[in-house]
C-alpha cells in the first residue's frame, strides 16, 4: 500500500483513529481524515499534513465513547448466545448418557480422521524435499513384443543415462543407481567386527546434487569422485566408529558387487523416513562401470541392473524427449534393435514413486499404495459420516422430549430462525468439545497406528496452518450438518400441538431415522466383510500348497568374508559335511537363492531348433545337487542332479516353463535343449511340478534350476528336537570354517510368509477401522434403543400387567431394529461381490468368494447389534410395571 | 422521547447540514463553518457532534460515495429529521421572541 502511494497518511494516525473508533466506524472516519488531509496537503505540504493528521487522531480520543455506543448493539447479540451456550450446556448436563454417546462417538471419528489425514499427509510427501523434484525422473521401460505388452520396469541399462545426456539437450543431468544386489560384509578393520549389510547403493557423483541427502562432513561435490570413497551414514558411522571422528576411516567390503578397503570421505545425515530410496552407504558406480567384468566388457545396453534419474529442463516436453530417448534406444542397442522386442521410454516423476509404483526392479522398498491410501481416507470419511449419522439420529429421536421447550419458547415469540440458531449453537458445542477431545485421541492412537503400518508417525500436520484451517472447517461444516436437519424439525413443531396435553409423537423424522440406521449398518457390514475377505485371502495364501517344503527349514547367509577360489569349493565341502552330520540335521544344500528371496539371473531363451525371435524370459536359480531333495520338488520326469558331478550341465525346469518354452509333455521334455541368450546350450535334465518360489500373488513363471556351486544361501533341513542346540551347532562350525563371517540365520516359512507384511498390515489397519466404526454405530444404536424403550415404558407396563412375558416384550422392542439389520446386509451384498472381486484382481491365486463372506458379516453384525440393543430392551422388560405406570 | 437540549455549536452544525442539502458530511460540515462562520474546527469535534445528534434523533444517515481523495473510502452523509428541523425551528423562534423584548433604545446603542 505504502509504495502505491508515497505520500499517504502517516500509520500512527490511521492506527490510532482505528484503535479509537474501531472497525466499524472507521471506514468513515478515516475518509473524512483522508479528505482533509488531501486539502491540507495541497496548501500546507505533506509534513504539516501529516502532523496535523496525528494530531486530530489524538484530539478524536474525546469520541471514544463512540466505540462503546457500537459494541452495545453488539453485545445485545452475545447476551443470547450465551443464552444459547447456558441451554445447549444445560441440556447436555441433562442427559448425560446421550451427551456422552454424542460426544464420545464423534471424538473418536474426529481423532481417527485426523489420525489417517497425518497417514495420508505423510504418504503424500515422499520426495518432495528434494529441490528440484518437479523436474526429476525416474526412467522406466515399457517392452513390447509384436504389439503385445511385456510389462514396465524400472531397470535400465547404464549406457542409457549417458547417452541422453550427449545427445538429447532437454535433459541436463542423470544419475544411475545400482543397489548392493545380495547386500555385502563391511568390517572396520580395526576392531574386526562384521556386519552383513543389505542397504548400499552405486551412484553417479551428482546424486548428491540431484536428490538433497545433506551431508554432516564432506563436500557433496567431491565425495564420490575417487573409486575407493564410500559415505555413510550417521548411524553406520557411530555403528562402525563408535565415538570416533569417521572421516577418513578405512571400511573393508567383502563379498557383493566390490570388494576392497574404501575410505570413508563422507557422513550423511539421517535418511528422511519419506524417502523413496532408503540406504546407509553410497559408493561411486564407477567401481562397477570400470572394474566389473560384466559391465567392462558390455557396450553398455547389455545388463539391465541399473535404475536412471534425470533431470530435465523446466521447458521440456516430456513426451518429445522420451521419444529422443525412443530413437536413441534403437540406435544405440543393435541387439533390440535386431529383436522383435520394442521399448518406449516412460518418464515417471520422483514424487510420484511412492504411491504410483508398481514395477518390477524398484529398488524402493517401502512404496505405499494409492489403493491403500485412498480406501483409507475413504473409511476415515465413513467413520466421521458414521459419527455425524448418530448425532442426527439421536436429536431427531429427542425432539419429542423438547417439543414443550420449544413450544414455551415460541408462545413468548421466538422466530424459528432463531430457534434454528439454538439448535445449530447446540451441536457446534458438541462438536467442538468432540473436536478438542478428538485432538487427544488422535495422538493416543498415533502410536497404535505406527506399531500396525511399521511406520514412525508424529503428529507434524498441527504445526500446520492449512490443517487448522481445513479441521476448523470440518468441524463446522459438521456442526450445521449435523445440527441443521434437527433445528428444522424442532423449530418447526406448531406450539399449540406441543403444549396440549396429549402430545402428538411427531412421525417426521422416523423413516430419516430408519434410513440413517440401515445407512450404519450397511457401512458396518461393508466394513466387516472386507476384514474378513483381507484374512481370508492371507489365510489362502499361507495355506496354500507350494510344491516347496518349507517347514523345518533353516536358512543362512553364504560366506563371503576371505573367499579363495581354490580352497572355497573344499571348505563348502567340509562345512556341509560337518554340520549335516549332526544328528538333528537331515539335509544340507548350497544355492545362489531361496524361496522368496527372487532369482539369480532372468534372461531370455528359447527351444533349440527355433529362431531367437522367440525368446521368452525365464529365471535362473542356480543350487547344488541336495537342493530338489531337501525342498521336496515333486519330480515330473527325468532326475535331480548327480551328487558325482561337481556341476552339470544341465536344467531342472517346472512345469511353466514345459509351457512357455514349448517343450511338450513331461517326459518329451527330457534331453531336449534350451538355447539361454548370452550363455551356452543346456539340455533339460528334469521336470518338477509347479511351485511357488515367490508369494502368491504372483502368477507361475519358468524357473530353471542350474547346478552351479553358488552358496550365497545355505538351507539346513533341522528336526524340531532341540532347535537351540542345532542352530549353536551350525554357528560353532560356520564360525571355524569361516572365520570373519557373519552368522545371520533365518526360518524360512517366517520370512517367506514376511511376503504378506502389507497385506497383514493392510488387515489389521482395516479390521481397527472397522471395530471403531461398528462401536461408533452401537453407540449409536444404543441412544436410540435407550430413547425409543423409554418412551415405550408405559407400554411395556400395560402389556406386562397383562401378562406378557419377558422373551415377547424384548422381541417386540428389538424386531425393528433387527429388520433394518436385515436390509443393511441384502443392500451391501452386491457392493460386497463387486469389490471384493476389484481386489481380489490383484492377485494370482484368490480365495473364492463363498456363501460365507455374505453370511458372516452378517451374523456378526446381528450379535453384537442384540447385545447392544438387549441391553436396555431387557432392562425395560424386567423391570416392574407399577413403576412404569406410576410415573406421569 | 424528552425533548433533547440543542448545544450551541450542535444547532450551527444541524444548520450547516440543513443547508447542504445532500452533501451534509463531517468534511463538508467543517469546510462550511471555516467560510461562512470562520470558525476553525478540529474535526474530531464535528464528529462528535455529528454522532451525538444522530443519537438524539435530529439527524438520520446513510453511506454515501466513495471519491479518490478519500482513500476510495465511503463517507456517511447526514440529514436532518423533522424532529432537527422543529428543534432549529424552536430555537430560533425562541430567539426571536426574546429578541422583541430587548429595548428599542439599547438596540440602536448597539446598532
Known sequence: MNKKHPKGPPALGTYLLKKIYGEEMHEEISGDFNEVFEQRKKRQGHLMASFRYVWDSVLSVRNLDLKSQNSIIKTSNTAMIKNYLKMALRVLQKHPTNSVINIFGLAIGMGVCLMIYQYIHFESSFDKFHPGVDNTYRVLLDYSQNGEPQGTGAHTSFGLGVVGKQEIPELKEFVRIHPQYGGAVLTNPENGQPYKEEDMLFVDPAFLQIFNFPLKAGNKDLVLNEKQSIVITERMAVKYFGTEDPMGQVLQLDGGWASGSFVVTGVLQPIPANSHLQFDFLMPIKLLTEDHRQYKESSGWGWNNFVTYVHLRESADLQQVADKYDQLILAYDQDLAKSTTSVSVIFQPVADIHLKSDYSGDPATNNGSLRDVQIFSIIAIIILVIAWVNYINLSTARAMYRAKEVGVRKSIGAFRGQLIYQFVVESALVNILAACLALGIAYMLLPVLNEIIGRQLEMTVVQELGFWISFLTITLSGSLLSGLYPAFILSAFKPSSMLGSTRKASKGGVNLRRGLIVFQFWISALLISGTYLVYAQISYMKNQELGINMEKIVVINGPEVNLNRETIKEKMNTFKNVTGSHHSISMVTGSGSVPGKGYNWRTGMWRFGISEDESKSGNVVFVDHDFTKTYDFEFLAGRSFSEMASEENGFIINEKALQVFGLGLPEEAIQQKLIVGGWDTVRVMGVIKDFHWNSLKDEHSPYIFAHQGSNSYISFKIDLQDIPGTLAHIEETYDAVFPNNPFNYFFLDDEFNNQYQADLQFGNLFTSFSILAIFISCLGLFGLVAFSTNSRIKEIGIRKALGAEVQSLMLLLSKEYMILLLIANVLAAPIIFVWGQSWLEDYAYKVNLGIGLYLIPGLILVVISLITVSYKTYAAAKSNPVIALKVE | ?111
Open chain 2, 1 to 111: 422521547m424528552s425533548r433533547a437540549y440543542l448545544g450551541e455549536f450542535e444547532e450551527l452544525v444541524l444548520l450547516i447540514i440543513a443547508s447542504l442539502g445532500n452533501e451534509g458530511y463531517a468534511v463538508s460540515v467543517k469546510d462550511a463553518l471555516s467560510d461562512q462562520a470562520n470558525r476553525k474546527v478540529n474535526i474530531s469535534a464535528i464528529h462528535s457532534a455529528l454522532y451525538r445528534l444522530e443519537k438524539k434523533g435530529f439527524l438520520n444517515s446513510r453511506m454515501g460515495g466513495a471519491t479518490s481523495t478519500r482513500g476510495g473510502k465511503n463517507k456517511r452523509i447526514f440529514q436532518v429529521t423533522a424532529a432537527g428541523f422543529s428543534a432549529l425551528q424552536a430555537s430560533k423562534d425562541l430567539r426571536s421572541s426574546i429578541w422583541k423584548t430587548i429595548p428599542q433604545l439599547s438596540f440602536a446603542v448597539i446598532n
